[in-house]
């Protein structure tokens, strides 16, 4: 293996150089400069220290991202504990149920997550902190109450003067392959798998962001933080890489819609934007098409002479929509739909599609917008190696495989799902269709897993939702798809028994509808079912009599 540096020296180095910088602004609110972040971090650790808080044990955090949980995701690393990030989402009983399953010691709630959680079902936690002030919601034990009701005393006496940086000292992790943190696919019971993310896969992704992105992003430059920190995705690219390069972090701390994003562009003007596809698709369907979508805008597209010229124009009202200085877009988590892909090449418009997955940290594949190629999702990233187990790469899909420093431990308390992930070998199986072609640009064809992607980057197992909605009234067996932004749930319902309680194709229809909201009680905003669509003939299946889901997308 390749020298590793270690991850927390880093952070402690990008804390120093750059003290008196602005960190971590919560968008239309307070700005934490490095100095506040590492006074923040410094009262955490004090506070860890003298609760009994041990290296190694598990400290979870869910809540909106805010710059409270930036500084307290940072604390749990440089104290030496591992974190556990819980997307905010998720229901009371999946959090619980991870809370449980990571034997977190502690729990950081933001204020959503607070009213929703009951203590009871978290019986082995010794605490719940609230964000943003670090309050007590629930203390267990006397050591952690007397803590954080003595931590500004306990603060005063270590610093009596001031707090320096030269105060500023973190656990070393100096094992590549220490545990860093767990993130969880799922939140449901039976489906969750707890990704073990060691040192060397955070430090290997932001060393990749380095490689690519330091020569145009600079000390001070900012960036906002639309996905979810509790992903893989969001925190490497808009968290971790930008804070160790003295970068100043905005948090959309309310629900990212559109409009909000758009208008986060116009006043913070990021120097790099990373997304999933539907905000972009998004942005530019309500902000862009319909502005050249009209005669005479055809007209001019269609003179060769002009058409050059209406590019250019375009293209500069694009990159205005998202802020006018940043150097790229990288887009991934899912599918580009193709319409738009083809119209942002057709402006050269700065934009590149990555490739990456949980089980990575997450990056697997990149290109520069300059060189990438439309279609793919760029080829395989520094420190990493990438393959389609096909007889012909180029022209058969196979399994896009991939190794490397960015590749998990394996599954927490899941050996058997870590050895069907990882062969002897150390190639992680990605479950995802792919080609390759001869300059090495990856071509994703479809996925063997079926996971579909949130508009807000989280990801949605549908098999989950249809194992709930499977239970329900006269439902025989259901697909959840993705249409647009939305989900749709497609059931084959029990004609038989309809017809034995003389229900006819209108009391059918009700029946769906009262299945679907009550569904919808009990599911995560973003895996809401919008609508239910009747299907009148049992789903095709495969000899193994699992359905052929790839013909209902």
């Given amino acids: 293996?390749?020298?590793?540096?270690?991850?927390?020296?880093?952070?402690?180095?990008?804390?120093?150089?750059?003290?008196?910088?602005?960190?971590?602004?919560?968008?239309?609110?307070?700005?934490?400069?490095?100095?506040?972040?590492?006074?923040?971090?410094?009262?955490?650790?004090?506070?860890?220290?003298?609760?009994?808080?041990?290296?190694?044990d598990k400290i979870a955090l869910c809540g909106r991202n805010c710059a409270h949980w930036a500084v307290a995701f940072?604390?749990?690393?440089?104290?030496?504990?591992?974190a556990v990030p819980i997307l905010h989402e998720?229901?009371?009983?999946?959090?619980?149920?991870?809370?449980?399953?990571?034997?977190?010691k502690l729990l950081f709630v933001g204020d959503h997550v607070a009213t929703i959680i009951d203590p009871t079902q978290m019986p082995k936690l010794e605490g719940i902190i609230n964000n943003p002030d670090y309050s007590l919601m629930l203390s267990r034990t006397d050591k952690l109450t007397y803590a954080r009701e003595h931590l500004n005393e306990m603060f005063g006496k270590k610093y009596p003067k001031y707090f320096r940086k030269e105060h500023v000292h973190y656990y070393i992790d100096e094992d590549p392959d220490e545990l860093a943190l767990i993130n969880y696919t799922s939140g449901t019971t039976g489906f969750s798998k707890g990704v073990m993310i060691p040192?060397?896969?955070?430090?290997?992704?932001?060393?990749?962001?380095?490689?690519?992105?330091?020569?145009t992003i600079n000390r001070g430059d900012k960036v906002i933080s639309i996905l979810p920190m509790a992903h893989m995705y969001g925190m490497a690219f808009e968290f971790v890489f930008e804070f160790i390069h003295g970068c100043h972090i905005f948090y959309l701390n309310r629900i990212p819609s559109p409009a909000i994003i758009a208008q986060a562009f116009a006043d913070v003007k990021p120097a790099i934007i990373i997304?999933?596809?539907?905000?972009?698709?998004?942005?530019?369907?309500?902000?862009?098409?319909?502005?050249?979508?009209?005669?005479?805008?055809?007209?001019?597209?269609?003179?060769?002479?002009?058409?050059?010229?209406?590019?250019?124009k375009i293209c500069e009202q694009?990159?205005?929509?998202?802020?006018?200085?940043?150097?790229?877009?990288?887009?991934?988590?899912?599918?580009?739909?193709?319409?738009?892909?083809?119209f942002l090449k057709k402006i050269d418009f700065p934009y590149t599609v990555g490739y990456g997955a949980t089980e990575c940290a997450p990056i697997i594949c990149y290109a520069d917008w300059h060189t990438f190629k439309q279609g793919s999702c760029g080829k395989a990233a520094l420190h990493m190696k990438v393959k389609i187990d096909s007889p012909d790469p180029q022209n058969i899909p196979g399994e896009i495989m991939t190794k490397g420093l960015n590749v998990m431990l394996g599954y927490y308390k899941n050996e058997e799902a870590t050895r069907e992930a990882i062969d002897r070998d150390g190639w992680f199986h990605t479950g995802d269709l792919g080609t390759m072609d001869y300059e090495?640009?990856?071509?994703?064809?479809?996925?063997?897993?079926?996971?579909?992607?949130?508009?807000?980057?989280?990801?949605?197992?549908?098999?989950?939702?249809?194992?709930?909605?499977?239970?329900?009234?006269?439902?025989?067996?259901?697909?959840?798809?993705?249409?647009?932004?939305?989900?749709?749930?497609?059931?084959?319902?029990?004609?038989?028994?309809?017809?034995?309680?003389?229900?006819?194709?209108?009391?059918?229809?009700?029946?769906?509808?009262?299945?679907?909201?009550?569904?919808?009680?009990?599911?995560?905003?973003?895996e809401k079912i919008a609508e239910i669509e009747i299907q009148e003939k049992e789903f095709e299946k495969t000899p193994k009599k699992s359905i052929k889901r790839y013909m209902y997308q």
């Fill in 440 to 526: 090495g640009n990856v071509f994703i064809n479809g996925r063997s897993k079926n996971m579909l992607l949130g508009a807000n980057g989280q990801n949605i197992y549908p098999e989950e939702i249809e194992d709930k909605l499977n239970s329900m009234t006269l439902v025989v067996e259901s697909v959840v798809v993705q249409r647009d932004s939305k989900l749709v749930g497609l059931v084959y319902p029990d004609y038989d028994e309809a017809k034995a309680i003389n229900l006819n194709a209108d009391d059918i229809k009700n029946v769906m509808e009262q299945n679907r909201q009550q569904l919808n009680q009990v599911l995560p905003a973003y």
């Fill in 318 to 342: 694009v990159v205005n929509a998202f802020g006018g200085k940043f150097y790229e877009v990288i887009i991934g988590g899912a599918a580009f739909n193709q319409e738009v892909e083809s």
């Fill in 1 to 56: 293996m390749e020298h590793v540096p270690s991850f927390n020296a880093i952070l402690e180095k990008s804390i120093k150089d750059n003290w008196d910088l602005d960190a971590l602004t919560d968008y239309k609110g307070a700005t934490l400069q490095y100095h506040d972040v590492a006074r923040k971090i410094e009262k955490l650790h004090i506070m860890f220290e003298n609760s009994g808080v041990e290296k190694g």
């Fill in 275 to 312: 997304a999933v596809p539907l905000v972009i698709e998004k942005i530019i369907r309500k902000k862009v098409f319909p502005k050249i979508q009209n005669n005479r805008m055809k007209l001019l597209l269609n003179m060769p002479v002009v058409n050059r010229k209406v590019h250019e």
């Fill in 90 to 104: 998720f229901m009371p009983d999946q959090i619980h149920n991870i809370v449980n399953h990571s034997e977190a």
């Fill in 74 to 82: 940072l604390a749990t690393l440089t104290y030496g504990a591992v």
């Fill in 199 to 215: 040192y060397r896969a955070i430090w290997s992704n932001c060393d990749f962001a380095y490689s690519v992105l330091g020569k």
